[in-house]
């Protein structure tokens, strides 16, 4: 496979539940990104790794953790999730996390409904 | 805080007509990118911007960047039905993070 995948593609949980999701690059890429997209809301940046390492949170609640057990692959892990939640989750990678002309590349998306 | 409104927010037309989509802010960016998404797909860059009043073509499509680097536009000329999908910009804020627009929802109707 090329590009950034990520699975499952759509999701439907309770309120209660565990669930993760998935993304793996395979471009080679050192950083890595979780953002999620609400209709007629600008992408919202959760997560960023670089290296492996996480740089940026942006103040998401704890019942999202990530995580980056090497470059080319990311979780997030969802637990006791609010209806609000309900989203699609994108995850991205990109070269480096600096300089102007990053380019970031883009997963499908993972459609999350919590119920 | 470093805001892009875009406009319009939704956009419906025939084909063959031309469109603009704007992007606009009250800051200043290095740079600023253009991504279209389409459903059950993730944004895919189109263009980026770099220099204040940089003019840059893809087809039918010419991209502008404000020369102060505040803002920028979308132009389509001629569109098509393959044109539709969401259109978002994003500038490269301070620490490189991408500061997104709303996004335009764009429908070309044959």
């Known amino acids: 496979e090329t590009g950034v995948t990520q699975t499952p593609r759509h999701l439907v949980m309770g309120m209660t539940n565990k669930k993760s999701l998935k993304c793996e690059q395979h471009?080679?890429?050192?950083?890595m990104y979780w953002y999620k997209q609400s209709a007629k809301k600008p992408l919202e940046l959760m997560f960023v790794y670089n290296f492996k390492e996480q740089t940026e949170n942006n103040s998401v609640p704890s019942r999202f953790s990530p995580e980056c057990p090497n470059s080319s692959h990311l979780f997030l892990h969802l637990h006791t999730l609010q209806p609000e939640d309900s989203a699609l989750y994108l995850c991205?990678?990109?070269?480096?996390?600096?300089?102007?002309?990053?380019?970031?590349?883009f997963g499908p998306g993972t459609r999350l409904l919590v119920l | 805080t470093q805001l892009l409104e875009q406009s319009p927010q939704f956009l419906s037309i025939q084909e063959g007509e031309n469109l603009t989509v704007y992007c606009n802010s009250s800051s200043v960016f290095s740079s600023l990118q253009w991504y279209r998404q389409e459903p059950g797909e993730g944004p895919v860059l189109l263009v980026t911007v770099v220099t204040g009043g940089e003019v840059k073509k893809l087809k039918r499509l010419t991209f502008q960047f404000g020369d102060a680097r505040k803002d920028s536009s979308l132009h389509i000329t001629a569109a098509q039905p393959g044109d539709t999908g969401l259109y978002l910009c994003a500038g490269v804020g301070s620490n490189y993070q991408l500061i997104w627009g709303a996004g335009t929802k764009l429908i070309i109707k044959p």
């Open positions: 991205a990678s990109s070269q480096e996390t600096s300089g102007d002309q990053e380019t970031q590349y």
């Open positions: 471009l080679g890429h050192n950083a």
